[in-house]
Each structure stands twice: as structure tokens, then as C-alpha cells.
């Protein structure tokens, strides 16, 4: 056995938090009164990208972005609707949201049996809790660690830092991270000199040349992997 630690992300690795976003946004729309459309979905979720991009790289707090999202949303669309109103729908939404991504409850049911599994998220606290309590993978998962209670966020080393001082027995050598996102999973793995395998369904490209270990797009993949 390769690597006995797993550390998977959460959000579109085992989740299939695009599917989520939909519900989540529709909520939040409804919120404020807008006509929620596919159209609308895409431009919102332009700026939550960039949003929490800033998050990544540590330029802006999570409590910030998480309205600043939906401030700059509506700005853009010229509405006059409540950010902080638009993101507790969409929080409260999000929380008892818990799809899985394609095979990630049966590749959590196999590994479990043989390997030690972590959850390695970035989230805000209440929303991942909530949909963990609900997942079907939770059984799998021995432990979750949620940025906001660790204190830092992933691609820190101080995050990795708190998920190492809490998981006895792991080393640098024995684990791997196992991620969809360049800029907090494969860069914190980069960071902190870890193993790392990139989850990449939509086969986007790696334009920063950040140092990948493994590609998949299917997590089935892992099997022959840890
Ligand atoms: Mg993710």
C-alpha cells in the first residue's frame, strides 16, 4: 500500500457541489425576489469564483468574500437586493445539500476498508457540517477538517500543520492529497511537499505548472493509484 492517509477535498471531489450551487442559487434568488435563470447562474458564479480566488490566495476573509460574491452579482445586474439576505438562503441551502460526485460513495466504501480517509475543506463550518451529517460517505470519513475551525485554510502550511497534528501516524511520505482545485488542493500538496492527485473530470489545464503526481478523471482511478 502506497499511501494509507487519504486526504480528499470535499467540494466537487466527493461532492458534487456544482449540482448544489443550482439549488443553493435558486434559493438565493428567491430571497430577493430575482427570476433565477441559467444565464443569471453563470454570471453569479463568475464572481464567486473570482471571490474566492482571493480567498485562496489569502487576499480577502471568508466572511467577506461570501457577500462581496453576491454584492458585486448584483452591482453588475444593476438590482438593488440585500447581499447578506441572498447569502444566508444560499448558505442555508447549501447546508443540507450533500450529492455525491459519480462513484465518490463507492470509492469511499472500498478505500475505507484498507486506507484511513480525512476530509481536507475550505468550506464555511455550518454549510460542510450540516451536509456531512447528511452524506452517505460519512461512515468512511474518520475525520473533517473545516478551515474556519483549524484557523487556516488549505493551501497554507499552517492548515496542513493542524490536519498533521491531529491524524497520528501520518507522514509526509505516507499520505496523499486528492483534489479538483490547482489553487488550494495540488498548490497546498506543492506547499507542504505531499503526494498529490488531481481530480480532474473536466480535464482542465494546469497553466501555472504546479507539480501533479497523479491525473484522474474518474475516481475509480484511485484504485490502482493508493
Ligand atoms: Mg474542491
Redesign the pocket.
Given at each position: 500500500m502506497r499511501y494509507p492517509y487519504l486526504l480528499f477535498?470535499?467540494?466537487?471531489?466527493l461532492?458534487d457541489?456544482d449540482r448544489a450551487v443550482r439549488y443553493a442559487f435558486d434559493a438565493s434568488c428567491r430571497a430577493v425576489g430575482l427570476q433565477s435563470s441559467d444565464e443569471l447562474l453563470r454570471r453569479y458564479s463568475a464572481h464567486n469564483d473570482a471571490c474566492w480566488l482571493m480567498f485562496d490566495r489569502g487576499e480577502a476573509s471568508k466572511e467577506f468574500i461570501l457577500i462581496d460574491r453576491f454584492r458585486r452579482f448584483f452591482a453588475e445586474l444593476g438590482v438593488d437586493a440585500d447581499p447578506e439576505a441572498a447569502n444566508r438562503a444560499h448558505l442555508e441551502t447549501l447546508a443540507v445539500c450533500s450529492f455525491p460526485t459519480a462513484h465518490s460513495v463507492e470509492v469511499c466504501r472500498t478505500l475505507a476498508r484498507t486506507h484511513r480517509l480525512f476530509l481536507i475543506?475550505?468550506a464555511v463550518a455550518s454549510v460542510q457540517r450540516g451536509r456531512l451529517a447528511r452524506a452517505e460517505i460519512k461512515p468512511y470519513l474518520e475525520a473533517a477538517f473545516i478551515s474556519e475551525e483549524a484557523g487556516a485554510q488549505k493551501p497554507t502550511a499552517a492548515y496542513f500543520d493542524y490536519v498533521f497534528a491531529h491524524v497520528d501516524g501520518i507522514t509526509r511520505e505516507n499520505c496523499l492529497v486528492v483534489?479538483?482545485?490547482l489553487s488550494?488542493?495540488i498548490r497546498g500538496a506543492n506547499n507542504y511537499g505531499l503526494a498529490c492527485c488531481w481530480?480532474n473530470p473536466k480535464r482542465l489545464p494546469n497553466p501555472e505548472g504546479l507539480r501533479v503526481d497523479y491525473e484522474i478523471t474518474d475516481l475509480r482511478a484511485l484504485y490502482d493509484i493508493v
Open positions: 477535498d470535499a467540494d466537487n471531489t461532492f457541489f475543506t475550505n483534489g479538483d482545485s488550494s488542493d481530480y
